[in-house]
Nanobody
């Protein structure tokens, strides 16, 4: 089993910055794809940023040039650096990881979600 713990959310003024972290622990052989999603009240969850195993990235148009997704393989941690924050960035942010684990000599890939962290940007 794998556990994800998110941190770094909070209240910030427009134009400010936050860095979200998602630390994975447990039966981890390798973290493959990863992503950050967000869900604002009354809206559907949307993809904000994603990184493929080869480290190629893609971003929602609304955050391009402002957000950066990164990873620390040694620490099994994924980050989302958010700069020039806007009130419309207010949402609960979730990390999502594809994790390869070894169980009984077999490598399996499972998908996991973090618990979510609130980001509130005031105008």
């Amino acid at each position: 089993q794998v556990q994800l713990v998110e941190s770094g959310g909070g209240l910030v003024q427009a134009g400010g910055s936050l860095r979200l972290s998602c630390a994975a622990s447990g039966n981890i052989f390798r973290i493959n794809g990863m992503g950050w999603y967000r869900q604002a009240p009354g809206k559907q969850r949307e993809l904000v940023a994603a990184m493929a195993p080869g480290r190629s990235t893609n971003y929602a148009d609304s955050v391009k040039g402002r957000f950066t997704i990164s990873r620390d393989n040694a620490a099994n941690t994924v980050y989302l650096q958010m700069n020039s924050l806007k009130p419309e960035d207010t949402a609960v942010y979730y990390c999502n990881l594809d994790v390869r684990s070894i169980t009984g000599g077999t490598i399996k890939t499972n998908n996991y979600w973090g618990q979510g962290t609130q980001v509130t940007v005031s105008s």
